[in-house]
């Protein structure tokens, strides 16, 4: 079984990279059993939502990208989330 460590540094690496079948598992059998942890996984959706959201405004103003350039930024911000 995996301590709380491992599972933060999981998760985190989880907005990185494809974690395997065997990593997401485990995750989720230790968020299960351990509210910390379900709640710092929690809060790092909330976060990665929050920036993304973030940027897709800030993208939405002028900040001299052209449009193709905005949509192309706009496509990868929402496939990530």
């Given at each position: 079984?995996?301590?709380?460590k491992?599972i933060?540094?999981?998760?985190?690496?989880?907005?990185d990279?494809?974690?395997?079948l065997?990593e997401?598992l485990s995750i989720r059998?230790?968020?299960?059993?351990?509210?910390?942890?379900?709640?710092?996984?929690?809060?790092?959706?909330?976060?990665?939502?929050?920036?993304?959201?973030?940027?897709?405004?800030?993208?939405?103003?002028?900040?001299?990208?052209?449009?193709?350039?905005r949509?192309?930024i706009?496509s990868?911000?929402n496939?990530?989330?």
């Amino acid at each position: 079984m995996l301590s709380c460590k491992d599972i933060a540094q999981l998760g985190s690496e989880s907005y990185d990279r494809s974690l395997s079948l065997g990593e997401r598992l485990s995750i989720r059998l230790h968020v299960v059993r351990c509210r910390m942890c379900s709640r710092y996984m929690s809060q790092l959706k909330f976060l990665r939502r929050a920036c993304a959201h973030a940027d897709a405004e800030q993208l939405n103003q002028k900040s001299g990208f052209t449009e193709e350039a905005r949509e192309r930024i706009r496509s990868r911000l929402n496939r990530d989330k």
